[in-house]
């Protein structure tokens, strides 16, 4: 499940953790498992993530929670067949969208 940001530059791993709904320490244990997290750090250390952060977050959420690939496998996916994973995420997700909208459409009925 993941809630959208606004749009903003960085995101703050609260913000992040917050919008997935787990744990900061889980976005921190995928920041070291995944090449694809980069998140910048501050003077202070605290991570600062970019919308293409949050874009790998949603893969590797998607991949993980709700397909249930193991992390190895995740990893693999993302490697061999990136490109084709986040088409197929991006459908996904548009596909979501219509739904609630229909769903809120049918409610307002």
Same mark, same amino acid.
């Given at each position: ?13 609260? $913000? ?63 490697? $061999?067949?990136?490109? $084709? ?25």
């Amino acid at each position: 499940m993941y809630i959208e940001l606004p749009e903003k530059r960085y995101y703050a791993i609260g $913000e992040v953790a917050k919008a997935f709904a787990v744990n900061t320490s889980l976005i921190r244990f995928w920041e070291k498992e995944f090449d694809a997290l980069k998140p910048k750090k501050n003077a202070k250390g605290n991570r600062k993530f970019t919308p293409e952060d949050i874009k790998n977050l949603k893969l590797i959420y998607h991949l993980v929670k709700e397909r249930g690939f193991t992390l190895e496998g995740a990893k693999i996916h993302l490697k $061999e067949d990136k490109q $084709e994973t986040l088409n197929n995420f991006e459908i996904i997700s548009k596909l979501e969208d219509i739904r609630n909208q229909l769903i809120k459409i049918k409610e307002h009925l």
